[in-house]
């Protein structure tokens, strides 16, 4: 199944205050398989007593094809993205958890958002009402290291809002960033996001309980790097451009 063969609708939407509840205690119902993807990755059909039928991304630790530069377990990193994007009050991660008792194993379950797959990145950046979005994504991705920001992977949902999905490349301890968002070099960053970046910092840096869910599923050597990147983006707000980088910073494919 692709999910260009048919347009999907998802009765749950990415905004519902129990979105994560219900991910966290819904039952399994079908699965179907998304043969495009690198992983064993699948569309659940979920059913909760309370929210009735709704859709998710479930991505088993068990179909994960192991990766020379990153420990098992790339689900966690889905979820961490989630939990990162929670902390900084940046809501542009559709609600992520982790299900230990999915069908195939352990897994992320990611609300399925609702989209026409033609939609990326390259479509869309011409369109100037979503510059302010795909600038959050700039800077969220420089913090969090994405190493696999790819043009389709920024979902425009029936209302407007873009999400970024395929999140399990980011938070290396080592500076890995690949990502198509590059048309904002030299952006500096916006005075409200500073203020999220710096509270965080703080946070993590403190082991404040408000980030100890976020904490738990990455390493200490990781989360220090990630305050070490705070620390950098809060000197230096301003995105950076290719040529700052000496190495490939495109994912493949781009889209
Ligand atoms: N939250 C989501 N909402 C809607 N569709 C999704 C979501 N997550 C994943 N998908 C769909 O499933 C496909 C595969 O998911 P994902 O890209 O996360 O897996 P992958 O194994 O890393 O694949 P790829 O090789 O494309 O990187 C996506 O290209 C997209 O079509
Ligand atoms: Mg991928």
Known sequence: MSAADSPLVNAWKPEAPWAVEALREAEFGEL????????YVYLATLQHPEHGEGLAIYKPEQGEQPLYDFPDGLYRREV???????????PIIPPTVAREDGPHGPG????????????HY?????RDRYDEQFLRFAYFDLAANNADRKGGHLLLDPDGR????????????IEKFRTVIWDY???????????????????????????????????????????????HLIGHPVLPEMEDFARRVHPWPLV
């Not at 179907?32 to 992983?39: D, P």
């Not at 961490?80 to 940046?90: T, V």
């Not at 873009?162 to 301890?173: P, Q, T, Y």
């Not at 916006?190 to 946070?203: I, K, N, Y």
């Open 162 to 173: 873009i999400w970024g999905i395929d999140n399990g490349l980011c938070f290396h301890a």
């Open 108 to 119: 992320s379950l990611q609300l399925f958002i609702q989209h026409d797959p033609n939609e």
């Open 80 to 90: 961490a993205a989630y939990e990162f994007s929670m902390i900084l009050d940046w």
């Open 32 to 39: 179907r398989l998304i043969y495009h993807s690198s992983n």
């Open 185 to 231: 070099a030299g952006n500096v960053m916006p005075e409200a996001w500073m203020e999220d970046l710096v509270r965080v910092r703080g946070c993590l840096a403190l082991a404040d309980p408000t980030t100890e869910a976020f904490r738990a599923l990455l390493s200490r050597s990781e989360i220090d790097a990630l305050v070490a990147r705070l620390d």
């Open 122 to 126: 390259f479509e869309l950046r011409d």
